[in-house]
Nanobody
């Protein structure tokens, strides 16, 4: 069974930092790009960042570029997202997902297959507030 389990969220003041983790199982982690997606209260899912397999090239939404860093540990089948200089707009539920996803109108799709991503973990809540 394919599983992704996110953790590491919490309450942090503006300007603070967090490190999110996503432990995966049930598939060959090294063969797939991995993506972080977030969902703000009352809004649809938004693509945040992707890291490819192989060359581990990284991609970021403009809203987080320079503040967030995505990485992966293939030996541990684990994906990470380092969040720095957090802003109140970063508040939301953060999800990891398998594949190189893009999101529109609140739904996320695999860039390679065009299929909607249907495998989601429970997410981890990030709240940025003073």
């Amino acid at each position: 069974e394919v599983q992704v389990v996110e953790s590491g969220g919490g309450l942090v003041e503006p300007g603070g930092s967090l490190t999110l983790s996503c432990i995966t199982s049930g598939f060959t982690f090294t063969s797939f790009p991995m993506t972080w997606v977030r969902q703000a209260p009352g809004k649809g899912r938004e693509w945040v960042s992707t890291i490819k397999s192989g060359d581990e090239a990284t991609f970021y939404a403009d809203s987080v570029k320079g503040r967030f860093t995505i990485s992966r540990d293939n030996a541990k089948n684990t994906l990470y997202l380092q969040l720095n200089s957090l802003k109140t707009d970063d508040t939301g539920m953060y999800y990891c997902a398998i594949g190189h996803l893009w999101c529109a109108r609140g739904r996320c799709y695999d860039e390679g297959t065009g299929h909607e991503n249907l495998i989601w973990g429970q997410g981890t809540q990030v709240t940025v507030s003073s």
